[in-house]
């Protein structure tokens, strides 16, 4: 035994039923059961059919991940579960089944960040991993970007649970607006990885859509409503039978954009800090950041502020997962409740209030 207890996690906080079983930052097991098809139709997460199907399938998920991790459900000596932000009525099926699990096993219980989640995801390491855990002395003080559906943060990490958002979108998310512009283009949603795959056969110079926020000059936060007006008129203007190039240009010219503007903002929010020096990492987490382009940019503003872009090891720690929520867990194992009264749903939680 090296001291660290392994942890069952649990989140459902929007579209993805998942469970995972963590020991410190290494993942055991991480299991997802992904509701994404049956909301396609829809053309967006409806919230009382991901109730109901979080309520179909979380016993199995969980079930699943811990015989994947090998261990006795004895030697299970937490249970942590995504108390916010997300979907209420969502949340609430993973924070149930949570206190029963907790209070079954007689285990103390935390609630976790979701946001926080996505952002320590690149210091989950896999069960194969051999060495010592990264300490937190070693990361923080950090920078950090959350970028997916529902979140588009620049946070100053300073450790696990001081967190200060430095920008945020005001409107769309950046996965939202990608979504959106690939639903324009008829790609289906959600369509982010989509939208990549046809940006890399088109041109980003192709058409001129605007860099969002450049004509009021601030960096101070985001906004993707202007760039998503633009492309919808520009469509538009268009006619009905998009070519597949036209269409693959583009997309390349909206992510193009997305992208840019993200950087620029990170990029300004660092430099206005001016204190790189004590922090060494970017860590970016969340559905976006499978992006292959967008891994490329940020290393890019990371490597111009002499700081180290850490990803998570895998694509699957990207989109929404519950190893994620038991890696932050880790780092927090000296709040954990056993009064089990106090963990409710948060579903406007921000990362600042943990
Ligand atoms: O983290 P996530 O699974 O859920 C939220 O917490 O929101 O993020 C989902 C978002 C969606 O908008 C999806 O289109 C986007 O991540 N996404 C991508 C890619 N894969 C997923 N966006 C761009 N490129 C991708 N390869
Ligand atoms: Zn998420």
Redesign the pocket.
């Known amino acids: 035994m090296d001291g660290k207890i392994n942890i069952l996690a649990i989140d459902t906080?929007?579209?993805?039923t998942a469970a995972a079983v963590t020991r410190g930052t290494k993942i055991l097991a991480n299991i997802i059961w992904s509701q994404a098809a049956l909301h396609a139709k829809f053309g967006g997460v409806m919230p009382a059919l991901a109730q109901r199907m979080h309520r179909e399938r979380i016993d199995w998920v969980i079930e699943r991940a811990i015989k994947k991790s090998g261990i006795k459900t004895e030697e299970i000596g937490a249970v942590a579960v995504t108390a916010g932000p997300?979907l209420a009525i969502a949340l609430e099926v993973g924070i149930a089944k949570a206190k029963e699990l907790a209070e079954k096993w007689g285990k103390p219980l935390l609630g976790i960040n979701?946001t926080e989640g996505?952002l320590l995801s690149p210091l989950a390491r896999s069960k194969e991993t051999r060495g010592a855990d990264i300490t937190s002395e070693e990361i923080f003080p950090a920078w950090g970007v959350v970028?997916?559906?529902?979140?588009t943060e620049i946070i100053a990490a300073d450790k696990p649970g001081k967190y200060t958002v430095l920008a945020k979108t005001s409107d769309d998310?950046?996965?939202?607006?990608?979504?959106k512009a690939?639903r324009m283009l008829g790609l289906g949603?959600?369509?982010?990885?989509?939208?990549?795959?046809m940006a890399r056969s088109g041109k980003k110079s192709a058409y001129p859509l605007p860099l969002p926020m450049a004509r009021q000059g601030t960096t101070d936060w985001l906004s993707y409503s202007g760039l998503k007006t633009a492309m919808y008129r520009l469509i538009g203007s268009m006619g009905n039978d998009l070519s597949e190039q036209q269409i693959c240009d583009l997309a390349a010219s909206f992510?193009n954009r997305a992208f840019q503007h993200l950087e620029r903002v990170v990029s300004a929010q660092i430099k206005k800090a001016n204190n790189t020096s004590r922090r060494k990492y970017l860590l970016a987490?969340?559905?976006?950041?499978?992006?292959?382009?967008?891994r490329r940019r940020l290393r890019r503003v990371a490597k111009e502020n002499n700081l180290r872009l850490l990803v998570p090891y895998s694509?699957k720690l990207?989109?929404?997962?519950a190893a994620m929520i038991g890696v932050a867990a880790a780092f927090k194992t000296a709040k954990m409740a056993t009064d089990f009264t106090a963990i409710d749903r948060l579903p406007r939680w921000s990362i600042e209030e943990v």
Do not use: F, M, R, W
Request: proline share 2%.
């Open positions: 906080s929007c579209d993805e997300g979701h996505h970028v997916s559906g529902g979140h998310a950046l996965g939202e607006a990608l979504d690939a949603y959600p369509g982010g990885a989509i939208l990549e795959k992510q987490g969340g559905g976006v950041i499978a992006n292959i382009e967008l694509l990207t989109g929404d997962n």
